[in-house]
């Protein structure tokens, strides 16, 4: 649903697995920077602050965050928050160009601050992660219920090709292995995933091994999700009985015209 950001070796009490898994997280999608200018030039058109929902680590929310923007991070895991917060205030006031980063730790798919926003961003597959169509249609009406009148919401979708679900057949595949954020780490991210088309729904096990680049003892942690797969006009309805109203539908982050075959549904909406 980040950039990487450098650590020291940790000096005190042994981190926990959700820290863990959260900094690899980091490490997994510290590549991942093809959105960003597009949330960037919605953000700077858009007259009111912004909010980010499924945040994470900040991957996108410190970025805007420092181009000026008042931005609120909201994610329902305290790790990944964490990590926001120590990503932004390792920059010094100087930097901030005037921009605050507000985090909350809830639920999305019941979110209730009680403000509107000119800008609100569900990125990156996020909406999969909803368990079920319920769950993304609350997700989407979080969104809704959030939006200034005349603001603008972006919904950022994998639409994946049979082809690409073929390979969700339980074998486990390497997809890298890197230098990890700890001085002499190195981290290999590992991934097992199963596909049922009667639910359109994917059981994912990712597994983060990770050792002493000068040998040592092999440490790995893992995480389950559950990714709820949505077609172009499932997304389209789920987003209408939410009350948004499409505005444009793209299918990559230059907001290219969608098409038959598109992967990917960059959904800019307004409300209905």
Not at 39 to 44: N, Q
Not at 242 to 261: M, N, W
Request: hydrophobic residues 45%; contains cysteine.
């Amino acid at each position: 649903m980040p950039s990487a950001m450098a650590e020291g070796r940790p000096s005190q009490a042994e981190p926990s697995a959700g820290a863990e898994l959260a900094r690899y997280y980091d490490l997994d999608v510290a590549g991942e920077q093809a959105d960003l200018d597009l949330y960037l030039a919605l953000a700077m058109s858009a007259d009111g602050p912004l909010l980010e929902l499924a945040a994470g680590s900040g991957r996108l929310a410190v970025p805007l965050a420092l181009a000026g923007h008042q931005v609120t991070a909201v994610d329902i895991d305290s790790d990944m928050l964490a990590r926001a917060r120590r990503a932004w205030d390792a920059h010094p006031p100087s930097e901030r160009g005037g921009g605050a980063l507000e985090t909350v730790e809830t639920d999305i798919t019941d979110l209730q601050l009680g403000r509107s926003f000119a800008l609100v961003i569900l990125a990156l597959n996020s909406l999969l992660l909803m368990p079920g169509r319920d769950a993304q249609l609350a997700c989407l009406r979080s969104v809704a219920r959030h939006l200034a009148p005349t603001g603008r919401a972006v919904v950022d979708v994998w639409l994946p090709s049979p082809e690409d679900l073929a390979l969700y057949d339980g074998r486990l595949n390497v997809e890298w292995t890197r230098a990890g954020q700890v001085p002499g780490e190195v981290v290999a991210k590992l991934v097992s995933a199963r596909f049922d088309p009667g639910l359109a729904r994917a059981l994912v096990t990712t597994f983060f091994d990770a050792w002493p680049e000068a040998g040592g003892d092999l440490r790995r942690l893992s995480r389950e999700d559950e990714l709820s797969f949505v077609s172009g006009p499932e997304l389209l309805g789920l987003a209408q009985s939410a009350g948004l109203s499409p505005v444009v539908i793209g299918q990559d982050y230059e907001l290219t015209p969608f098409g038959t075959g598109s992967e990917r549904m960059v959904l800019v909406c307004g409300l209905l």
